[in-house]
């Protein structure tokens, strides 16, 4: 019989949860602002937002159910949904959530999908990710550090890069 741990993982997700807000200045964690940070990414996954007023409305972190209990195949809103992505990272043995928003998540899985050519799992390696002040957001930049065990990977970094969510932009 295998052990499945997906249900283990997500009751430790939404326990320990924080979101990550991402600003022009640099990355919020805690209350804490740093320009850059390393981490593992758990899990990341397609997600989307219903925006109405610059304030969000409905949103689904999997892409297919929202968080009113709603499908969002069936939903007559769908086509003014924002497509993102939800990244959850282990950044200092605590769990944090971002969700990337256009050029972001098109960035993110350009990156993801050049640790797949490597042959590298996401939860395997370390990231550096940090922001480049584009004045009204900040623009994400992911870089390949080195594998979760140690072997460094400095002479062959990747990077991409983009626009992300934040903390601000969830739906209460």
């Known amino acids: 019989m295998s052990f499945d741990p997906e249900p283990i993982k997500d009751i430790l997700y939404r326990l320990a949860l924080r979101y990550l807000t991402i600003k022009p200045e640099g990355l919020l964690l805690d209350g804490q602002l740093v320009t850059s940070l390393e981490a ?87 990231t550096r990710i940090s922001v480049i002040n584009r004045g009204s957001w900040g623009e994400l930049k992911f870089e390949l550090i080195k594998k979760a065990g140690g072997e460094s990977q400095e002479g062959n970094l990747v990077q991409a890069s983009g626009l992300g969510g934040s903390e601000e932009e969830r739906p209460d």
């Open 40 to 126: 593992r990414i758990l899990s990341y996954c397609g997600a989307r937002t219903l925006y109405r007023g610059r304030k969000p409305h409905c949103r689904s972190l999997d892409g297919l159910v929202s968080s009113k209990g709603q499908r969002c195949a069936e939903c007559p809103e769908l086509k003014n949904c924002t497509s993102q992505v939800r990244v959850d990272l282990l950044v200092d043995r605590r769990v944090y959530r971002a969700l990337l928003a256009y050029t972001s998540a098109q960035q993110f899985l350009i990156y993801t999908g050049v640790l797949l050519q490597k042959k590298l799992k996401t939860d395997k390696v370390i």
